[in-house]
């Protein structure tokens, strides 16, 4: 009984450490890490357009460099600035990691930029692509 009572104490302890450990472990630092692909916001809606189930395969949860021209900048909720950059007939909205300046986004407002972020989903009812912890890129 004793022994039994050990084995339960041991799994509970267990699975404790083990929920406190997935519970806190380290966030992906998207800005940090290496690049996956890049493409322009018409050549990303173009894969999804042609084969929604082969690009999600190839994008999702990656880090892309998304190249377009940036029509606007908002703050959502939460603070949280989005970013939404168009091509010819493509739209990419991204989500902006957390620390940045909404200044120096609506600066850039009406040109050619490049973003590094996270890929998360497609919306094919809108055609847009969508990023989260976007950063400006730079070379």
Sequence with gaps: MKRLASIIALLVLIGILFAYFMYNKPHRNIAGEAVSYEATVQEMVAEFTVDETKAYEKYFERVVVLSGSLTSVTVGGDELINLLLEGEAAVANCQL????????WSDLKGKTIEIKGLFVGYDDLLEEVQFKECTYYEE
């Design 97 to 104: 990691s957390s620390g940045q300046e909404l200044h120096f």
